[in-house]
T-cell receptor, first 115, second 106 residues
Framework: SQTIHQWPATLVQPVGSPLSLECTVEGTSNPNLYWYRQAAGRGLQLLFYSVGIGQISSEVPQNLSASRPQDRQFILSSKKLLLSDSGFYLCAWSDFGGPVGNIQYFGAGTRLSVL | KNEVEQSPQNLTAQEGEFITINCSYS?????LHWLQQHPGGGIVSLFMLSSGKKKHGRLIATINIQEKHSSLHITASHPRDSAVYIC????????FGTGTSLTVIP
């Protein structure tokens, strides 16, 4: 069966520090991968999605970047965190082959506080 | 104006009641998702719809493409259904509703 791992669960970082959040998927090949953010009191926002190794699409301009160094690994990064980067970050995957927007399976999320 | 509007924003129900959450959207879409976010933050995808109706246990989701409207129904609601329900549509990009917070009281 497929599983998705996301870590860490919580993170407190100072403004200006770097960020690296990792997400890995097991039990499937060539998944579509997604990074979402949910800011306090606001809805979900899609940040990045990837349909293959090295293929990253950005939905909104921001202080963050994403990379997919391996088929089932998706990394969210920042060189210098801003206060506005605080939020709940979710990784998700869906089956390859269908349109982006297949049923998605979510990780447990990382709650990031930038102080 | 948001591309996806959900109603109501908050809903409190007695255990056993029939619940309806509505989602209206203003963009052309290829699919619509209903998501459930638990109090701890974890998200589960409930349905993906492009037409008609889907049923899973006590949950039913319908979509009317012409009217650009979808509903999520919960029959015989239970306290464990308490969560935030989020409507998301897939058009040229993803658009999300702000969610409906449901509390089911025993």
């Amino acid at each position: 069966s497929q599983t998705i791992h996301q870590w860490p669960a919580t993170l407190v970082q100072p403004v200006g520090s770097p960020l690296s959040l990792e997400c890995t998927v097991e039990g499937t090949s060539n998944p579509n991968l997604y990074w979402y953010r949910q800011a306090a009191g606001r809805g979900l926002q899609l940040l990045f999605y990837s349909v293959g190794i090295g293929q990253i699409s950005s939905e909104v301009p921001q202080n963050l970047s994403a990379s997919r160094p391996q088929d089932r690994q998706f990394i969210l990064s920042s060189k210098k965190l801003l206060l506005s980067d605080s939020g709940f970050y979710l990784c998700a995957w869906s089956d390859f082959g269908g349109p982006v927007g297949n049923i998605q399976y979510f990780g447990a999320g990382t709650r990031l506080s930038v102080l | 104006k948001n591309e996806v509007e959900q109603s109501p924003q908050n809903l409190t129900a007695q255990e056993g009641e029939f619940i309806t959450i509505n989602c209206s959207y203003s963009v052309g879409i290829s699919a619509l998702h209903w998501l459930q976010q638990h109090p701890g933050g974890g998200i589960v995808s409930l349905f993906m719809l492009s037409s008609g109706k889907k049923k899973h246990g006590r949950l039913i989701a319908t979509i009317n493409i012409q009217e650009k409207h979808s509903s999520l129904h919960i029959t015989a609601s239970h306290p464990r259904d308490s969560a935030v329900y989020i409507c998301a549509v897939i058009g040229v990009q993803f658009y999300f509703g702000t969610g409906t917070s449901l509390t089911v009281i025993p």
